[in-house]
């Protein structure tokens, strides 16, 4: 069943989240990122709603082919092209991956190759900009409103379409979840995996491909119109550049390692994952490098050292806390964390079948400190991004803010789902480590 209050959260999304998104992107294009004064404009009566949509791009020929041409080619590069870097990248796995079984007891086996469509996407990118010059590398900046456009209607017709195949022709009908209420389906998704063929994943390929691929072009698109405007790139727009680009190639790097996620192993794909991943991680995670294009940022360079100081500890908490908990899985706590062998909390835990197993939580290493600190290690690299911005405009801080929200609520989700699973094992754990992110405080 549906609470009241899911069903009044999800509405509100429903119905704002693609207004909150055009309304940051406008304000740039119009307002020169200030987030106050197109409310003022309105609430004056200086300007109304139809004068700034009528000021809006709208959705161009050149839009829709370069967006097709994007999506295809993301599309054959995760489909057709088996990966290749696994065979001669020491750590890296990738290739065929299984993931977690489902709540239908199925095995779904990937094809990891998302580093790989990265570095050939880049690989091209350059190439372009260097030598071939068939498009000019600021092409995502000039055509950003009418490719916002582009993006949500993939974004919508992917959503309508996975939940149009959960209730007439799903992957596998015991993987589906129905609620009765058209707008949570809708949202949370019907089918667990949808797929289409063997290997096009729909939740793996909205996930990592196109959105996070396109991350780190879209902030060099921005580079270069910085380039093109001031006849420099500011520290500020390198920062960014760079410490973005750390987190996307680890999430590549790392994608086997992504099947075992709560996105992957406990989300439906609906709404909340078509049209997030098309629209809502490409335009707002990409935030900073936007604002830096209308406000250039030259840090000083102890403040320039700090914030690459903060993204970098940020990064080292986050891959390292993860990492543990990874080795502690795979060894089943035969290994070491900081030199010493870890401690845990034994747990058991019933399936649906009836059947009873033993788990072991973590307590160790940084899981010691807070039961999610990787999460405070994203959001210290999360804040290093804004602070490369300044602070005259409260836009760039959106990411932080969204952020924090996200992680804490994705923190009491899973916390909800441990606390159904282990029972009074949760409690003894909790009791163990007693803080959510931050120690001490929280």
């Known amino acids: 069943e549906v609470d009241w209050f899911s069903l009044a959260s999800i509405l509100f999304l429903l119905m704002f989240a693609p207004l909150i998104v055009y309304y940051f992107i406008m304000s740039c294009d119009q307002y020169q990122c200030s987030l106050t004064d197109p409310l003022i404009d309105l609430l004056t009566g ?54 977690a079984v489902t709540p239908a007891g199925v ?128 520290n500020s727009m390198i920062l960014v550049n760079v410490l973005q680009g750390i987190y996307v190639l680890d999430f590549f790097w790392n994608e086997a390692w992504y099947l075992k996620t709560i996105d992957i192993c406990h989300d439906h794909f609906g709404w909340y994952l078509g049209w997030g991943d098309c629209v809502w991680l490409p335009y707002l995670y990409t935030l900073q490098g936007l604002y830096l294009v209308y406000h250039p940022v030259q840090l000083c360079p102890a403040n320039a050292v700090g914030i690459w100081l903060l993204g970098l500890i940020g990064y080292y908490i986050f891959r390292t806390t993860n990492h543990q908990k990874d080795l502690f899985r795979r060894t089943n706590g035969n290994c070491k964390i900081w030199g010493k062998k870890p401690a845990y909390i034994e747990c058991s835990y019933m399936a649906v079948d009836g059947t009873k197993y033993h788990s072991k939580l973590l307590t160790s290493g940084f899981w010691g400190w807070a039961r999610h600190f990787n999460y405070t290690g994203d959001l210290l690299g999360s804040l290093a991004y804004c602070l490369a911005c300044g602070f005259e405009h409260i836009l760039p801080y959106f990411y932080i803010v969204f952020m924090t929200i996200l992680l804490t609520h994705r923190c009491l989700r899973d916390e909800h789902r441990c606390s159904s699973k282990y029972g009074k094992d949760w409690e003894r754990y909790t009791a163990a480590v007693p803080y959510r992110l931050l120690p001490g405080l929280f």
């Open 107 to 234: 095995v779904n086996k990937y094809e990891i190759n998302g580093l790989q469509a990265w570095l050939i996407t880049h690989v091209l990118w350059f190439a372009n900009a260097y030598y071939f010059h068939w498009f000019s590398p600021t092409i995502i900046f000039d055509n950003w409103i009418p490719l916002l456009w582009c993006a949500n209607i993939l974004g919508y017709t992917v959503s309508t379409f996975a939940m149009i195949k959960g209730y007439f022709f799903p992957t596998n009908a015991k993987d589906c979840k129905f609620t009765g209420n058209f707008f949570y389906d809708y949202m949370m998704g019907v089918e667990f995996n949808p797929r289409i063929g063997k290997w096009f994943d729909f939740k793996l390929f909205f996930n990592g491909r196109p959105g996070i691929v396109a991350w780190t072009l879209i902030n060099l698109s921005y580079a270069a119109k910085q380039q093109e405007l001031y006849g420099q790139v500011t």
């Open 46 to 99: 200086n300007k109304h709603l139809a004068d700034i949509w009528n000021k809006t791009p709208t959705l161009t020929y050149r839009a829709a082919g370069i967006y097709t041409l994007w999506i295809t080619f993301q599309v054959i590069l995760y489909v057709f092209v088996p990966d290749f870097c696994h065979k001669f990248l020491p750590g890296y796995v990738g290739g065929v991956q299984e993931g």
